[in-house]
């Protein structure tokens, strides 16, 4: 099968790889020279171009937790071109969704913005302890709407996180055969975690390092808690004396599980936050801690247009080092 082969960006000069896209990218020593541009594409695009920090604007939360609870505070985000417009106007470094909302608007923002189609999602009206998310997309559906890369979520800790593994194994398998890139969502949730665990810094790391085992280029996690679910795993940090005291602390734990800072993760945003300040806190301790951005989408796109680019720039800013 071809590999992906999607234009420049639009509106950014062609620009060779810094020194730091260039370490990242030796990082990925297995990969073939199609997966490795497309991963430079995620990372010479947008306001963060060429600085290894990454702020990318997901919206799979119309599927995962429906329409009104996700567009309803800020209506124009019940069109999907909106949220293209979102991500080009704020220049983010890529644009990730399901197959519906990518569908309805790459074509007329073909070779604008780098594209991740989720290729699994999950809804709410069944209420699952223990998540196993449907395939609802394919890789030739993101190769013939010209993504960079797939997205996966899985759930540590579900009972079902083996099939999960295996279907993400094989979509990675032939993701990398194309030259497209691998981002996971690795969100430890089940029955044998607690509510508190999900985030805990132990499960955060572990979580990592999984997503990273399963092969993934990009790994998206939640930011971790000062908490520790594993009672064994409780004996080993106490043993080894990790600082956890701090947020910063926490990320920069967690970029030990992915093969010690050697794969790009980046930090969810989760719910939205009426503080932007609180939000700002958080990047401050993601930039700090050697995490490689964030992914956030309802604090972006629950917020006014105007308001989200501000909100937006200020983040990618605190990134770029030109803020405190």
């Known amino acids: 099968m071809a590999?992906?082969?999607?234009?420049?960006t639009t509106g950014t000069r062609t620009r060779r790889n810094t020194e730091r896209v260039k370490e990242i990218l030796s990082w990925y020593e297995s990969d073939n020279p199609g997966t490795k541009?497309?991963?430079?594409?995620l990372l010479n695009t947008g306001h963060l171009a060429g600085t290894g920090k990454l702020v990318i604007l997901p919206v799979d939360q119309g599927f995962e937790h429906g329409p009104a609870r996700s567009f309803a505070v800020n209506p124009p985000g019940y069109d999907p071109n909106?949220?293209?417009?979102?991500a080009l106007d704020a220049g983010c470094n890529a644009y990730a969704a399901p197959l519906g909302?990518?569908?309805?608007?790459?074509?007329?923002?073909?070779?604008?913005?780098?594209?991740?189609?989720?290729?699994?999602?999950?809804d709410v009206l069944h209420d699952e302890k223990d998540p196993i998310p449907a395939v609802t997309a394919s890789v030739k559906d993101a190769l013939r709407l010209g993504c960079v890369a797939i997205g996966f979520t899985i759930y540590p800790g579900s009972s079902h996180a083996q099939t999960m593994y295996q279907q993400l194994r094989a979509l990675a398998e032939e993701a990398k055969?194309?030259?497209?890139?691998?981002?996971v969502w690795s969100y430890p949730r089940g029955t044998s975690l607690s509510k508190e665990g999900e985030t805990a810094i132990d499960v955060a790391a572990y979580a990592a390092q999984i997503?990273?085992?399963?092969?993934?280029?990009?790994?998206?996690?939640?930011l971790p808690s000062a908490h520790i679910e594993q009672a064994e795993a409780k004996k080993a940090y106490e043993k080894a004396a990790v600082p956890i005291a701090t947020l910063?602390?926490?990320?920069?734990?967690?970029?030990q599980g992915a093969f010690n800072d050697r794969r790009i993760v980046i930090f969810s945003g989760g719910a939205k936050k009426d503080k932007d300040e609180d939000v700002f806190d958080e990047a401050r301790a993601i930039r700090d801690g050697g995490g490689f951005g964030s992914i956030i989408?309802?604090?972006?796109?629950?917020?006014?247009?105007?308001?989200?680019?501000?909100?937006?720039?200020?983040?990618?800013?605190?990134?770029?080092?030109?803020?405190?």
Do not use: D, W
Request: aromatic share 6%.
């Open 82 to 86: 909106y949220h293209f417009e979102l």
């Open 101 to 122: 909302f990518i569908e309805s608007a790459a074509a007329r923002h073909a070779g604008e913005i780098p594209l991740i189609l989720k290729l699994n999602n999950h």
């Open 211 to 222: 997503a990273a085992q399963l092969g993934a280029h990009v790994i998206k996690v939640k």
């Open 37 to 41: 541009t497309n991963i430079a594409r």
């Open 248 to 255: 910063a602390e926490r990320v920069r734990h967690v970029m």
């Open 177 to 183: 055969s194309c030259g497209l890139a691998v981002v």
């Open 297 to 324: 989408g309802r604090n972006s796109f629950q917020r006014p247009k105007e308001h989200a680019l501000k909100f937006l720039e200020t983040i990618m800013k605190i990134y770029a080092g030109e803020m405190k």
């Open 3 to 8: 590999v992906a082969t999607a234009a420049p």
